[in-house]
Nanobody
């Protein structure tokens, strides 16, 4: 079992930055590929970014490439999402997720999810 707790969301103006954190507890953090997903009102949950267990593999959705950076600190059991140049269309609830010995852009591959943190970008 893994518990995930996101933090760092909030209200920011367009062009601003936020850094999300996701703290994990339970099984060894290095056993999990980690991902960030988001869900806007009335829309499907969508992939944002992924990072492999060692951090050697990283990928992003096209909509956030060049603006968002995912990273992880296995010693601190934490994954991060640095979000720069935020746009109103980035407004959503952001979720981190853990996939046991897997790295994937597909939500169905993830075993554990956090409760989400709201990010609101005003124009």
């Amino acid at each position: 079992q893994v518990q995930l707790v996101e933090s760092g969301g909030g209200l920011v103006q367009a062009g601003g930055s936020l850094k999300l954190s996701c703290a994990a507890s339970g099984r060894p953090f290095s056993s999990y590929g980690m991902g960030w997903f988001r869900q806007a009102p009335g829309k499907e949950r969508e992939f944002v970014a992924l990072i492999s267990r060692s951090g050697g593999l990283i990928d992003y959705a096209d909509s956030v490439k060049g603006r968002f950076t995912i990273s992880r600190d296995n010693a601190k059991n934490t994954v991060y999402l640095q979000m720069n140049s935020l746009k109103p269309e980035d407004t959503a609830v952001y979720y981190c997720a853990a996939a046991f010995y897997a790295t994937s852009a597909y939500a169905r591959e993830y075993n554990y999810w956090g409760q989400g943190t709201q990010v609101t970008v005003s124009s």
